[in-house]
């Protein structure tokens, strides 16, 4: 087997700015942990309702999040610096299948849940929006059936 990756033109989410005023929504605020000792990082909650809790977070770090979710790469357009306190309450509905822990089931969707996509915009104030950009592609070069010793 011969591969290798490759960055081609397709399918993204740019993660942008929602609001006219160019403000955040009210569950990314600007954080005042210290990332250097260890306060910082991500949680993500699965459940009917998903929970996301960010503490220290980049935009960056939250567009590397959402591209894990919807499986999709996701791009931030943001043009926001500096680290966020974020708290997102989504629907599981649509996500990408994410790991479930052994002896657990998949939980059902929420419909008292908005989506991600509406979360993202009422909760954070930001907006995932189909695009096209840059993603990494595995290019298989060469296949060929073991040859016996």
Do not use: W
Request: proline share 9%.
């Amino acid at each position: 087997l011969s591969l290798h990756h490759e960055r081609r033109e397709g399918s993204v989410y740019a993660l942008g700015l929602a609001r006219p005023d160019r403000k955040p929504g009210p569950q990314l605020r600007p954080s005042n942990a210290e990332c250097e000792q260890n306060q910082c990082g991500m949680m993500l909650g699965m459940g009917p309702v998903v929970m996301l809790h960010g503490t220290g977070q980049t935009t960056e770090g939250l567009a590397n999040a959402f591209s894990r979710l919807t499986d999709r790469t996701v791009i931030d357009r943001t043009g926001l610096s500096g680290h966020f306190d974020v708290e997102l309450r989504f629907s599981a509905e649509g996500l990408a299948d994410l790991p479930v822990p052994p002896g657990l089931d998949r939980p059902a969707p929420s419909d008292d849940a908005p989506s991600i996509f509406t979360a993202v915009q009422e909760q954070l104030g930001l907006r995932l929006e189909s695009a096209r950009g840059p993603v990494d592609v595995l290019v298989i070069e060469r296949a060929a059936l073991p040859i016996p010793d």
